[in-house]
């Protein structure tokens, strides 16, 4: 059997896109797709015939209405800009748009696609990063060599991660050789992240420094235990004094 393209119906295919398509021509839209109209929470019939360029900030207009003219010849470049929906909330878009032709009629159709969702998750990773640096450059120096690292709050696979690739960095530019890792400040684990905690005993001990664990709470140590950890290769006292008093008897002796 011989296939063809020529016979798809193509209002039909955009029509059933997820993300919001805008056809528009000589700044007049003329049609949007159903993901459209939930998008800019509003009817075809609202939308069919209102300008393109009404949905923009005032101070966008004139790029963009140069950036439309440039569409009818060759595809614009993707960007991202601020739009209104038509019950005047705004949202950050990320916006594509190329000529096609609609009989004799040249039009552009318009890609939309909401970047809020993404814009939270790059807020969430940059407050995470600032978090987990703080943390980092908490190394707190006791004494010559020594140091401690107090954890504090909830740390999930992606802070400890962080932490396993910060950490070591900071203790060699301090130059300390026994660091106290504190875990009595963590109320919220799971066991990947009882993992990546776990190993800093293991990357500290190939940089040369000696790894100690205070405040290693029941349930901690029972996830090591389910994970296969053998905590008797692990120095681990129930304070900080307590592991202080520790260093002090063994430089002693």
Request: aromatic share 6%.
């Amino acid at each position: 059997m011989s296939e063809s393209i020529e016979g798809i119906d193509y209002k039909e295919v955009i029509e059933y896109a997820l993300d919001p398509l805008i056809v528009h021509s000589q700044l007049k839209i003329i049609y949007i797709n159903e993901a459209a109209e939930k998008f800019f929470r509003a009817s075809k019939e609202e939308v069919i015939g209102a300008s393109p360029v009404d949905i923009f900030k005032e101070t966008s207009k004139p790029a963009i209405i140069k950036r439309i003219s440039g569409a009818y010849s060759e595809p614009a470049e993707l960007i991202e800009e601020t739009i209104y929906r038509m019950d005047g909330t705004s949202v950050e878009v990320e916006l594509y748009c190329h000529p096609i032709m609609i009989g004799e009629t040249k039009a552009i159709q318009t890609y939309v696609k909401d970047l809020t969702e993404r814009k939270q998750l790059e807020v969430v990773k940059n407050e995470m990063s600032k978090e987990i640096n703080e943390i980092a450059s908490n190394i707190v120096p006791i004494s010559e060599g020594i140091a401690i690292l107090p954890l504090v709050g909830a740390i999930n696979q992606e802070r400890a991660t962080h932490l396993l690739e910060l950490v070591p960095v900071k203790v060699q530019e301090q130059r300390v050789t026994c660091l106290i890792i504190d875990f009595s400040g963590i109320y919220q684990l799971d066991n990947l992240v009882v993992d990546s905690l776990f190993k800093f005993n293991h990357v500290l001990n190939l940089i040369g420094v000696e790894c100690i664990l205070t405040g290693v709470r029941p349930q901690l140590a029972t996830e090591a235990v389910k994970l296969g950890f053998n905590l008797k290769n692990l120095i681990t006292f129930s304070t900080v004094k307590d592991a202080l008093s520790f260093l002090q008897e063994k430089k002693t002796n």
